[in-house]
């Protein structure tokens, strides 16, 4: 169901957003968003009708829109539309989807919206886990030092490999997937971010390595760091995923859904860390 939602105008003489009706038409079929896929986005995770980690999603909007050259975005217009569409949708578990494209094609004026909706739910891959394959994602870990203009850091709205990725984990057998590099190296999921825990240390692969900064396990970090387990940013080997004690997939709505399996592997299931993160997140985030 698409809710009420306010648009925001990104073009330079306006001066914030806008409500509009989701349900009549908006965008134009010759947006290069649409069409090439050019635009960066975020989905932000609402808990009780309070946003997860707004601030550092709304960086993350900036920065993936200054490395895609599109127009600095007014952070302050965001949240505000962010927090009226959170409103028109009657608050509660909602995903929220803020959008940037580089607009309707030869007029160079950026499009903009916001929208949020129903979170799906999640309680059965937090309490259950997730069965995970790898797949090479094709390219080295150095990827964003040799080829910036893969705009790799960015999140942007090309996600068809990623979407092609998540049905080839489907056809598999699976439901989830962790991409490698082609010198062996984690990088991350097509949706979220891979967190280990070998011993007492959480591991993440480091952000250097062309792979999405996430707003969620920066937040996990937080909450582990309040309970004295030391977290850590580092280059990951494959062959470490495989011996990991414990691995979870971190992304806003879903928040740490703990791995079950890697290529047919099981894993120990710790949803308890899920689950305190959930309260966490609830209560700080
Ligand atoms: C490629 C990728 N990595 C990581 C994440 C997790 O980021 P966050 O927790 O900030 O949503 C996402 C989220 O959609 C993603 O698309």
Known sequence: MLLDAPTVDQSLHAAGYRRVDPQEAHLR????GATRGDGVFETVGVFAGRPVQLQPHIRRLQHSAGILDLPDIRAEVW???????????GGGDLSVK????RGV???GSATGWVLAFPAPDSQRARREGLDVVTLSRGYASDIAQTSPWLLQGAKTTSYAVHMAALREARRRGAEDVIFTSTD???LEGPTSTVVLRAGNELITPATDQGILACTTQELLFQFAADRGIAAVARPVPVQELRSADLVWLCS?????????AIDGRSLPLDTELAQDFLTYAHREG
């Open 98 to 101: 803020a959008v940037l494209t």
């Open 184 to 186: 062996s190296f984690v």
């Open 79 to 89: 949240q505000e539309a962010i927090l009226a569409a959170i409103d028109a949708a």
């Open 105 to 107: 094609e030869g007029t």
């Open 29 to 32: 079929v010759d947006d290069l």
């Open 252 to 260: 806003s709505v879903r928040l740490c859904a703990p791995v079950r």
